[in-house]
């Protein structure tokens, strides 16, 4: 092994001597090949790694050998560390007891994730600050609406990491950005605790939520909200955290920040001096003002959060909310966070109405991806026929049933998971109707609509929230929303006789 360890503390900047470092990247998808590129790139000498041998893995391999690197793809190249390398640049998925992870930190070899080879790469002086977020619900929501603030006020920002776009792509990009605001999952942020040497630095960081997700990855959830909380690890000006989960605010409490880094609190109450909340229908700041004992900013109102949505939903107030305060901490006008927000365009399979037939409203949540997202759906309405089910990666659906167990008209049950979920039922809701739809032909969205409207009654809504992952039926949770809402659409049409 080489002097690795003392020569990894020198590597931040992305001008620093990467050359003739060996590296073995994890992982081939999106991260791991941006990883593997912009190490190439700068010298290092690469194996990477990836369990799939399908042609979307091979034509990346390619791509990179032609470059220089050693690839190995398929199960047997991911089963031991090839030799003993300098350094491990993970995927996000990838679990610690993965084999070559494992032998990793058994021999002392630092793991990195993409976000912390991101930070160390981008400029050590004049680059764009990172506002970092997580949340076991509305990251994707959030980081959007904080670009669009961003951008109102006139700066270059982008939304990356989780979102979608590698961290790496903004950092390294020939164009400059003056702010990236950075969506960070728990996977991510495994691979990203203070014990791993870690250098990000976020101007502003936030936790909007914690509840537990992921156990199965993660193993408990106490480990998974550690995770979490290790957003604010370093933060500079703003930690910021939900007045209504004290979890959060635990997190802040537990944190290693910066001297001055301030704790702000959003909630969709009235704030207290040095939070962000609501009063009459107004955004109110009372963190980010001078006088912020005897006065508070607007920062637009509940109207501007609705935007063209058919319903304000609670915990889209607390993404603004959330949003405008990292907003304001790396100090955008009170205007601009007005204007981000009414420019602002949900992302699809987000309480997305579809279609109203008959007096019965449909609605699009695929991306309630486990309980507590469903749980903010149901919330939004009334009189529910409730169509859910698919992977529950370990999840409690009981609460969430019994919360809600009068919303309940009827439940519509599909994928893997279904009979947890039908169970939760018949303990706390022994009067609702169940339908179990066992379908896996291409018409199964056609069954389940045509079910669930046979269901609910006129002023009803048939809300698609699974509670749980799409992978057992669908690609991912968006086929699994355009699905439902293009069986929506023929269920319209055949009622009104085209």
């Not at 929501?141 to 951008?151: A, K």
């Not at 990009?173 to 990236?180: G, H, I, K, W």
């Not at 990203?192 to 199965?216: I, M, W």
């Not at 109203?356 to 009189?383: C, Q, R, W």
Request: hydrophobic share 45%; charged share 25%; with cysteine.
């Amino acid at each position: 092994m080489s002097d690795a360890p003392g020569r990894l503390d020198g590597l931040t900047d992305r001008d620093a001597d990467w050359a003739g470092l060996q590296v073995v990247v994890a992982g081939l998808a999106v991260s791991g090949f941006a990883a593997a590129d912009a190490l190439l790139q700068r010298g290092a000498r690469l194996v990477v790694l990836d369990g799939r041998d399908g042609p979307q893995e091979r034509e990346r391999a390619e791509i990179l050998r032609i470059m220089g690197a050693d690839v190995r793809l398929g199960e047997s190249a991911t089963t031991e560390l090839p030799g003993r390398p300098d350094l491990v640049v993970t995927s996000p998925g990838w679990r610690p007891a993965q084999p070559v992870l494992a032998a990793a930190a058994a021999a002392g070899v630092p793991v990195w994730g993409e976000v912390e080879l991101a930070w160390r790469m981008r400029p050590a002086h004049g680059g764009p600050p990172w506002l970092t977020l997580t949340g076991t619900n509305g990251k994707t929501t959030t980081v959007h609406m904080l670009t669009s603030m961003l951008r109102a006020a006139g700066l270059r920002a982008a939304a990356v990491g989780n979102v979608g776009t590698p961290i790496l792509h903004a950092v390294l990009a020939e164009e400059p950005l003056d702010v990236l605001a950075v969506e960070l999952s728990s996977f991510q942020l495994h691979w990203l605790g203070p014990d791993r040497a870690r250098s990000v630095a976020p101007l502003a960081s936030a936790v909007l939520n914690v509840e537990p997700d992921h156990l199965d990855w993660h193993g408990s959830f106490e480990a998974y909200l550690k995770d979490k909380g290790d957003v604010y690890e370093r933060t500079e000006v703003a930690c910021v955290y939900n007045v209504q989960d004290p979890r959060t605010e635990q997190l802040v409490r537990d944190a290693d920040v910066t001297d001055g880094c301030r704790a702000i609190g959003f909630t969709r109450g009235s704030p207290s001096v040095g939070m962000v909340g609501v009063v009459d229908d107004v955004l109110a700041d009372r963190a980010f003002v001078v006088e912020r004992r005897t006065s508070a900013a607007e920062l637009g109102t509940l109207a501007d959060v609705q935007g063209d949505s058919p319903v304000l939903a609670p915990h889209q107030v607390s993404n603004a909310l959330a949003a405008a305060a990292l907003a304001r901490a790396a100090g955008v006008a009170p205007s601009a966070v007005r204007d981000g927000l009414r420019g602002f365009r949900p992302e699809p399979h987000r309480i997305a109405h579809v279609a109203t037939v008959d007096g019965i409203s449909f609605v699009d949540d695929s991306k309630a991806t486990n309980p507590p997202a469903a749980a903010a759906a149901l919330a939004t309405f009334e009189h529910v026929v409730w169509v859910a089910g698919g992977l529950l990666k370990g999840a409690d659906v009981d609460d969430l049933v019994r919360v809600h167990a009068g919303r309940l008209r009827a439940v519509v049950l599909i994928g893997r998971d279904r009979e947890q979920i039908a169970r939760a039922i018949a303990r706390h809701a022994p009067d609702v109707p169940v339908v179990e739809v066992d379908s896996t032909e291409t018409g199964l969205m056609d069954d389940v609509v045509r079910r669930a409207a046979s269901l609910a009654r006129a002023g009803d809504t048939v809300l698609l929230a699974p509670a749980a992952a799409s992978m057992d039926q669908f690609r991912d949770y968006a086929q699994r929303g355009e699905e439902f809402a293009a069986a929506v659409h023929r269920f319209t049409r055949s009622r009104q006789g085209e």
